[in-house]
């Protein structure tokens, strides 16, 4: 067995291209997203930007979006 030696950029072209052949463009991504790293707290981003929202504002928005289309 012949071992190949690739590019770091070739074996990134070569897996993106296998993964979205297998898994179509959408499985890929979803695929990636379990590598990717985060950063900053997801807990205080979330509740600075969704606590001044109420319930009702959000089914408002909701109604609105969809009487709008």
């Known amino acids: 067995m012949k071992t190949q030696t690739l590019a770091v950029e070739d074996v990134k072209i070569r897996g993106m291209k296998a ?3 297998e898994l179509g463009a959408a499985g890929m991504a ?3 997203q379990q590598f ?3 950063y900053g707290d997801y807990s205080k981003d979330r509740h600075r ?3 001044k929202f109420t ?3 959000i089914f408002d928005a909701i ?3 969809k009487q709008s289309r």
Request: proline letters at 0%; glycine letters at 6%.
């Open 19 to 21: 993964l979205t052949r």
């Open 55 to 57: 319930v009702n504002d």
């Open 63 to 65: 109604k609105q979006r």
């Open 49 to 51: 930007i969704l606590d």
């Open 30 to 32: 979803q695929f990636m």
């Open 36 to 38: 990717a790293k985060g």
